[in-house]
T-cell receptor, first 117, second 116 residues
Framework: GNSVTQMEGPVTLSEEAFLTINCTYT??????LFWYVQYPGEGLQLLLK?????DKGSNKGFEATYRKETTSFHLEKGSVQVSDSAVYFC????????????????FGQGTILTVHP | EAGVAQSPRYKIIEKRQSVAFWCNPI?????LYWYQQILGQGPKLLIQ????????DSQLPKDRFSAERLKGVDSTLKIQPAKLEDSAVYLC??????????????FGSGTQLSVL
């Protein structure tokens, strides 16, 4: 079955530090890959996505590149801010889903990021 | 544009009691999902509706959980009787269709359930 594995957390950084959160996946075919973010007290929000190999998703200074050869979709940001403190989830949507597989997102366990001033 | 509305925000019950959660999706969204998020884990899909029909409920513990979306708009999720392991955040989400490669999924803030 499909699965997503994220790096162990929590991650604590100082403001302006470089961020990497690792994500690897197991799936057949070419799934679409997503990063969702959950700020304290809020629902999950889509941060970025990539739908095919070598695509780079980007938003709000965050980037992730879909690497088929390493089945990875690592999240990066060059300079984090205190406001980036949140929980980050990597997720996948199956390719060639068909039938009842459409709409089924598989999430990783989440990585808590805390950024200090 | 109003977001996905959920209520209540918090609920505390004792084991073996029943509880119900309500969700109103974004207007016009045909697809509605209920996810369970246990502390320290990612959300797990319980059930998805397309309009008022169930698309997939394979992960729903049907001996105690039930969900309905009678008019194809808002939805309720019920647990009866609750167990300690049901303590989690229950997230409702909606999208215009099932095709999430091209669609965006919108989440509500969730209902945090504590079973004592």
């Amino acid at each position: 079955g499909n699965s997503v594995t994220q790096m162990e957390g929590p991650v604590t950084l100082s403001e302006e530090a470089f961020l990497t959160i690792n994500c690897t996946y197991t799936a057949t075919g070419y799934p679409s890959l997503f990063w969702y973010v959950q700020y304290p007290g809020e629902g999950l929000q889509l941060l970025l996505k990539a739908t095919k190999a070598d695509d780079k998703g980007s938003n709000k200074g965050f980037e992730a590149t879909y690497r088929k050869e390493t089945t990875s979709f690592h999240l990066e940001k060059g300079s984090v801010q205190v406001s980036d403190s949140a929980v980050y989830f990597c997720a996948l949507h199956p390719s060639n889903a068909g039938g009842t597989s459409y709409g089924k997102l598989t999430f990783g366990q989440g990585t808590i990021l805390t950024v200090h001033p | 544009e109003a977001g996905v509305a959920q209520s209540p925000r918090y609920k505390i019950i004792e084991k073996r009691q029943s509880v119900a959660f309500w969700c109103n999706p974004i207007s016009g969204h045909a697809t509605l999902y209920w996810y369970q998020q246990i502390l320290g884990q990612g959300p797990k899909l319980l059930i998805q509706f397309q309009n008022n029909g169930v698309v997939d409920d394979s992960q729903l513990p049907k001996d105690r959980f039930s969900a309905e979306r009678l008019k194809g708009v808002d939805s309720t999720l019920k647990i009866q009787p609750a167990k300690l392991e049901d303590s989690a955040v229950y997230l409702c989400a909606s999208s215009q269709s099932l095709y999430l490669t091209n669609e965006k999924l919108f989440f509500g803030s969730g209902t945090q359930l504590s079973v004592l």
